[in-house]
């Protein structure tokens, strides 16, 4: 059972545009999310995340916006730039004891065409 | 601050041998988790290790284990190798078993079973 799902697999994007990343989870105990970035043959970078107190985050290019009654989250790059083209995850948080569990998508492939 | 370091980078493996990857976390943390990538897959969470105790750990066989030393550098072993073991395996550092800070992750060990 796929707890938190990325639906979308691949993303095209023009330079300059909006890109918009996808992401839905089904465990109402997570409250805590993360985007990771992956390029090829890399360790995937920590990129931007929300508490679920919060229902958006901004850093710079990147904004995350949580709909916690929807359970869905959103990752807007603007402007996308060519760099921006990787493999993006989200994965989501929930305290389970002591400890914390980490859920993660299977990624989108993000293309941003110059 | 070294980020995290994962050796080798490159491994190919025949089938019913087994392996051993290294990892150094960043310098001051104590938590490392290991994950394997597959295409299709994602990532799928291996096991957690925590002041050389294992916290946490993931839906894989017994062939997959794992060890963490007083200086927090980690070890994962896989024995009787399978040709579906063959994936990208990560290895990520934090700063505490239950901490919503983000992973670092190394650049991973491209395991190729043959």
Known sequence: DQQVKQNSPSLSVQEGRISILNCDYTNSMFDYF???KKYPAEGPTFLISISSIKDKNEDGRFTVFLNKSAKHLSLHIVPSQPGDSAVYFCAASA???????????????????? | KAGVTQ????????????VTLSCSPI???????????TPGQGLQFLFEYFS????????????FSG????????????????????????????????????????????????
């Open chain 2, 7 to 18: 050796t080798p980078r490159y491994l190919i493996k025949t089938r019913g041998q087994q």
């Open chain 2, 52 to 63: 050389e105790t294992q916290r946490n750990k993931g839906n894989f066989p017994g062939r």
């Open chain 1, 34 to 36: 993360l985007w990771y």
């Open chain 1, 95 to 114: 305290r389970a004891g002591n400890n914390r569990k980490l859920i993660w998508g299977l990624g989108t492939s993000l293309a941003v065409n110059p």
């Open chain 2, 67 to 114: 060890r963490q030393f007083s200086n927090s550098r980690s070890e994962m072993n896989v024995s009787t190798l399978e040709l579906g073991d063959s994936a990208l395996y990560l290895c990520a550092s934090s700063s505490g078993t239950g901490s919503m800070g983000p992973l670092h992750f190394g650049n991973g060990t491209r395991l190729t079973v043959t």
């Open chain 2, 27 to 37: 310098s001051g943390h104590r938590s490392v988790s290991w994950y394997q990538q």
